[in-house]
């Protein structure tokens, strides 16, 4: 079996159940920096869009994947590359891993983004987004895609409510409510520059208005409809979503008055302590 072929398929598996993958990561140290480029690129790959893959095909490609990772420590002894400081054989490397995966593009490409709770694209299309969570490590670019995302589920719940699927739909907006409030968690106790902090407050207003029209829309038109229930859930969301996001905002502006605090007016000579 290929070297990586065991600590991949663990990082898969984490992905899939929505585990920690950095505690998975932190078992292997010496394969982490292959095991997160691996991921990344497979997550590069699954914009492409591909029609959906044969089964046989997927697995080829896997496994070829997987050869050329576990390949690596076998031929440095014997490869051109190990002369090279350990950045470019891993650059050398990580060109041969690019061309087994561009092979394996159909099947990791399989995730769609127009897919919904129900549909066979799903799964995958949830477990691209935990690796792109997971290997985001830059606090702000993290923030910003816990954002994303919960953007991304509104829209799914949205969509469900068109077509009259209300249970998924529910569902979806508490998901939606408590990516919020994990996004404020975030703001709340990341370390961030002045240039994240400003794009972050933006960002917490545009969404503000957004979630504010769209959530009012959606329970207004469950009123119309005679469903008073599932509106009273919406407000209810759009109620926690704009408290979450407002203290986002008093957390960044604490961020911001922290990185500048202002300077006390000096003591007169001879003042007395």
Not at 49 to 71: C, H, I, S, V, W
Not at 157 to 182: C, M
Request: aromatic content about 4%; glycine content about 6%.
């Amino acid at each position: 079996m290929p070297e990586l072929s065991g600590p991949f398929e663990e990082c898969l598996t984490a992905v899939k159940e929505r585990r920690n993958l950095q505690e998975i990561l932190r078992h292997y140290p010496a394969e982490r920096d292959d095991l997160i480029g691996m991921l990344r690129l497979s997550v590069d790959l699954s914009n492409l869009g591909a029609p959906t893959p044969d089964p046989a095909f997927r697995l080829r490609a896997r496994n070829r994947m997987l050869g050329l990772a576990g390949q690596r420590r076998l031929a440095q002894r014997r490869n051109p590359f190990t002369w090279l400081p350990r950045p470019a054989a891993r650059l050398a490397f990580a060109g041969m891993v690019v061309v087994g995966l561009v092979a394996a593009s159909v099947s990791v490409a399989a995730a769609s983004n127009q897919s919904l709770p129900g549909d066979p694209l799903y799964g995958v299309k949830r477990g691209v987004e935990g690796v792109q969570l997971a290997v985001t490590l830059d606090a702000a670019a993290r923030a910003r895609l816990q954002l994303h995302f919960a953007d991304v589920r509104l829209d799914e719940a949205q969509r469900l409510f068109s077509v009259g699927r209300k249970d998924d739909a529910v569902a979806l907006v508490s998901e939606y409510d408590t990516d919020v409030a994990r996004f404020k968690q975030s703001v709340a106790s990341a370390s961030l520059d002045d240039g994240a902090i400003s794009d972050l407050r933006q960002l917490v207003q545009e969404r503000r208005v957004r979630a504010d029209a769209s959530l009012n829309s959606l329970a207004g038109s469950l009123s119309a409809q005679g469903d008073a229930k599932t509106a009273a859930i919406v407000t209810q969301t759009q109620s926690h979503v704009d408290q979450a996001l407002r203290g986002s905002s008093s957390d960044l502006q604490a961020h911001a008055s922290n990185a500048h605090p202002t300077a006390r007016p000096a003591k007169p000579a001879g003042a007395q302590h």
